[in-house]
């Protein structure tokens, strides 16, 4: 019995102590499970975590190739607008200037494009200006020019001439049969164009005294001449040359120092300065008269062209400075300035009421104060909308052709206008009748274009420039003295823009100042016809002894006119 209850006791022992070691052991396995859980849990982390780092670092990756791409793309489009501008500046440099289109360049049917327009008016409209030339559907046939004939031309019966005889030879003028000598029955004339260098003289002005010889009292001398310039020993016609060479022919003034040496007469440089600074002071009163003949004229065409002026003070300095032209009233005037700002042209326009016409570039702000006057009217360039759309048809033909097609209409209406030598009135009936219609085509066709067109490429920056100008462009259409476009001005600084090759820079501002008073002069003797050398040297000979009041009889149209009568 008492065996049988310790054998019960030890096998209880034993299995306590055996589930004690199996609680241990799960304790064990449950330590190490949670162990392994905490560690896959880590492990998932880290996992999670590098996961994001990667994301992060492709979405990093991928903005860096956005990034890349988008400056590749600059890039090209950069290199694209350089290799257009080298382009167009090896066109300007060696290819035609003129922007006269073949017919071939032309891609669409223009004539039926406009024709279908105008056909769209009133049947009122159709009818043809009785002072208007007929408009052919068909474009005339171009014209060709003549080739002009090669050598010497028919030579002016005005030109002095020296005759020189040339006998037959001695034994030739007796008759071989009866030996009578042979008489003059005509002669044969080869005319030789001969040129005389030019030489300088020198003009005594002999002063006569005179006295009376019984009282020896009352001495009288004769009259001194009037000189341009106090104390100067340069003639009229000398200063006009010297003029005349610089701001006519180009020539610098250390040229003509070389030039009067080989002639024998050493001048110091300063004194050919000394002479155009005198000169363009004395004829100032006249420019004068021009200038407000110009601004009362009510139609002023304005545009401006840059020059280097020499700084003051410091030596091999320069800046950029501006001559400004005004062309009105049959003559052209020039302004200097040292910058583009607008109070140049405010200030020489401040009385204009009228038409101002100008282009948009650049330098327009100068006229945006000017055109806010309610007394102005601004008008547009048709030359400067061609030129953007003329540059543009090797980038984009099917666009620019269609623009200069209309805008080539356009210009024939007014040679039309010009060939029948109408008025202003009946000019204005012509363009009513037959240039609105195209006009509006125009601005529509540039209106069409949406924000797709890149305003950075050539069709862009013209169709922009062209919207730009649509309220100003349509001037002319409602004046008809007013011109299609600026090119009379802009030929007027070619005179300028040749000479800067040569003569470079202005050496002070007031120099640039003395160049515009005398391409004033010049120019506008161009324009009226008439020899500027002639005209310059009779003015500078005749200005000391005019009064002011009387100075307007001395200007180039007056000058011509006086001529003519």
């Known amino acids: 019995m008492k065996r049988n209850s310790a054998s019960r006791a030890h096998a209880s022992a034993q299995t306590v102590v055996a589930v004690d070691d199996h609680q241990c052991v799960n304790e064990g396995r449950i330590a190490l499970l949670e162990e392994e859980v905490r560690s896959l849990r880590r492990a998932d982390t880290a996992r999670d975590v590098t996961l994001v780092e990667r994301d992060a670092q492709i979405e990093a990756q991928d903005a860096q190739v956005q990034e890349l791409v988008s400056t590749l793309d600059t890039v090209v489009a950069e290199l694209d607008q350089a290799r257009a501008d080298l382009i167009r500046v090896l066109r300007r440099a060696f290819s035609r200037r003129s922007e006269k289109l073949d017919p071939s360049q032309l891609e669409l049917s223009f004539g039926d494009l406009a024709d279908a327009v105008i056909a769209a008016q009133p049947a009122q409209e159709q009818e043809p200006a009785t002072t208007a030339p007929d408009d052919e559907e068909e474009p005339p046939p171009a014209r060709r020019r003549r080739k002009k004939p090669g050598g010497v031309r028919m030579l002016s019966p005005d030109l002095p001439r020296e005759r020189r005889e040339v006998l037959p030879p001695e034994e030739e003028r007796r008759c071989g049969c009866c030996g009578e000598e042979k008489t003059r029955i005509g002669e044969e004339i080869a005319e030789e164009l001969d040129y005389v260098p030019a030489h300088l003289r020198v003009i ?3 002063r006569i005294k005179m006295a009376c010889r019984g009282c020896e009292a009352g001495v009288v001398i004769g009259d001194g001449p009037l000189r341009p310039i106090p104390r100067c020993k340069a003639s009229a016609a000398l200063l006009a040359h010297v003029l005349i060479s610089k701001f006519a022919d180009h020539l610098p003034l250390y040229r003509q120092e070389a030039m009067l040496a080989r002639a024998g007469i050493s001048l110091a440089r300063q004194t050919l300065c000394d002479w155009v600074a005198g000169v363009a002071e004395l004829v100032d009163p006249l420019v004068q008269v021009i200038v407000k003949e110009i601004v009362v004229s009510g139609y002023v065409r304005a545009d401006e062209t840059p020059i280097r002026i020499l700084r003051t003070g410091k030596k091999g300095k320069s800046h950029q400075g501006y001559l400004w032209a005004y062309l009105g009233g049959g003559a052209v005037a020039f302004q200097a300035t040292m910058t583009r700002a607008r109070a140049g042209p405010s200030a ?12 948009g570039y650049a330098g327009c702000a100068g006229y945006d104060e000017i055109s806010a006057d309610d007394e102005i009217t601004r008008a547009a360039c048709m030359a400067h909308v061609r030129r953007g759309f003329h540059e543009a048809l090797p980038h984009a033909p099917a666009g620019a052709s269609l623009a200069l097609g209309l805008i080539q209409r356009l210009y024939r209406i007014e040679f039309q206008a010009r060939e029948a030598g109408l008025d202003a009135t009946a000019t204005l009936a012509l ?3 037959k240039s609105v219609p195209v006009m509006a085509h125009l601005h529509a066709s540039c209106s069409n274009y949406g924000s797709a067109l890149y305003r950075s490429s050539f069709l862009g920056k013209a169709v922009s420039y062209t919207r730009g100008q649509c309220e100003y462009l349509t001037v002319f259409l409602k004046h008809g003295h007013v011109g299609i476009d600026n090119n009379p001005v802009e ?4 005179g300028i823009a040749v000479g800067r090759k040569n003569w470079i820079f202005a050496g002070s501002f007031a120099g640039a100042q ?15 016809g008439v020899n500027p050398l002639a005209y310059l040297t009779d003015v500078i000979a005749r200005l000391p002894g005019t009064p002011v009041s009387r100075v307007a009889e001395l200007t180039p149209r007056a000058w011509a006119a006086a001529q003519a009568d």
Do not use: P, W
Request: net charge positive; glycine share 2%.
């Open 204 to 206: 005594e002005h002999v």
């Open 348 to 359: 020489f326009l401040e009385k204009l009421s009228g038409i101002l016409q100008v282009d």
């Open 431 to 433: 363009r009513q009748q």
């Open 491 to 494: 030929n007027s600084i070619r």
């Open 514 to 528: 003395r160049a515009a008073t005398m391409y004033a002069l010049v120019e506008s003797a161009k324009m009226a």
